[in-house]
């Protein structure tokens, strides 16, 4: 069990969980209060994770608090550990998708509208969609009333389809953004501002993860696979982070990450701005770099 990174082009050795409950103890120069947050990818915590998680309720502090992120944990309201430490505290359960639970709700959904796609277009939607149930539920829902979908729809008519309602999307904005197409991402950001769009929270998240992954794909260019798979990228979306790290340096992706951080504070009111001001001021400057 480690702590969580954050975005750098540099290689980072993740904490031991007791060199993270010592930090917990240690007041931040920064702020007020501290989250710290614990990942782990096993079914469940081994015997130093457990003790630790243990102590915290030995523990408590109102400058700091603990956010466990833990997937793969099975019946976890079993454990001694989680009864005691939730005993006094609010536990909050989230059910992720991950890659291979998306593709399985996609092909429910693909035989439930009847709808035949080839290999091809099938991993075409899937990196459409980008782990997005709403996004799926919409494109299939199109793809359900169009002429040709009693037939099998194969890769090009599925592009054509696709892009005849997203040229001026969310996935198409921030598509042009990590194509380094930044005129193009202006012109969308521009449209998508004067229709009301109201997705700030999505479109931050995406350029945030786009960027990261940049910078991490950057700074380790011998272990992508690995990388991909931590971010949930599929065979298909690789091809854009393959063909993005011909035109991004290290300074434009974290230059474009403190972008997404600044846009991230001002939808959370931290920072004052305009949300689409913000976003349309750095793609045109960009642009004209």
Known sequence: MT????????????????????????????????LIELHCEDKKPNKTAETALLTLNNQPSAHHKIVLFA??????????WYKTLFQHNLAIRSFTLFASDFNQQIDQRLKTAHLR???????????????????????????????????IIDDTLLQNLLSDVSQFSTFALTDAILASNWLQAYKIAHKLAEENNQEH???????????????????????????????????????RYILALKHYTPTIAQTTFTLADKLDRITKGAEHGHYWLTLKQYLLLRAQH
């Open 201 to 239: 929270t999505l479109i931050t998240w995406l350029i945030q993860r786009d960027m990261s992954l940049i910078l991490q794909l950057i700074a380790q260019p011998q272990d992508h696979t690995t990388l991909y798979k931590n971010y949930n990228i599929s065979s298909f979306q690789q091809k």
């Open 117 to 151: 796609l080839t290999s091809q277009a099938r991993e075409r939607l899937i990196a459409y969609c980008q782990n997005n149930l709403l996004a799926a539920k919409q494109a299939i829902e199109r793809l359900s009333i169009h002429p040709q979908h009693e037939q």
């Open 3 to 34: 702590t969580t990174p954050n975005a750098s082009a540099s290689h980072y050795k993740a904490p031991t969980i007791g060199q993270n409950f010592q930090a917990k103890r240690t007041t931040s120069p920064f702020c007020a209060k501290r």
């Open 71 to 80: 997937p793969n944990f099975s019946k976890i309201e079993q454990s001694a």
